[in-house]
């Protein structure tokens, strides 16, 4: 299974911005797909998860209302779109796949995992 995340850059505060993750390897119908974050000096943290191919939604307090998970399963792609941004959303984000479809927050839960893309938010 490969996570190839993509979408992240510079954006001032209040402004958008759309995550992807293409998904390959697996039959990704059956997965659970997360995203997660990682700011300097700080633990990943669970951001939001999408689980049975976008039957089940589910985010993290800070960013509930603003940002949105989807699962494109014709095109094994998992998406974020981040609104209304934040300075304190500047992170690398991680798409991250379980393979057994569970409710998951914890990073431990994910088997894989993407390579990560830099989003940085400007006062």
């Known amino acids: 299974v490969q996570l190839q995340a993509s979408g992240g850059g510079l954006v001032q505060a209040g402004g958008s911005l759309r995550l992807s993750c293409a998904a390959s390897g697996g039959t990704f119908s059956r997965y659970a797909m997360g995203w997660f974050r990682q700011a300097p000096g700080k633990e990943r943290e669970f951001v939001a998860r999408?689980?049975?191919?976008?039957?089940?939604?589910y985010y993290a307090d800070s960013v509930k209302g603003r940002f949105t998970i989807s699962f494109d399963n014709a095109k094994s792609t998992v998406y974020l779109q981040m609104n209304s941004l934040k300075p304190e959303d500047t992170a690398v984000y991680y798409c991250?796949?379980?393979?057994?479809?569970?409710?998951?927050?914890?990073?431990?839960?994910?088997?894989?995992w993407g390579q990560g893309t830099l989003v940085t938010v400007s006062s």
């Open positions: 999408v689980a049975r191919s976008g039957y089940s939604t």
């Open positions: 991250a796949a379980d393979s057994r479809g569970r409710f998951a927050t914890t990073p431990a839960w994910y088997d894989y």
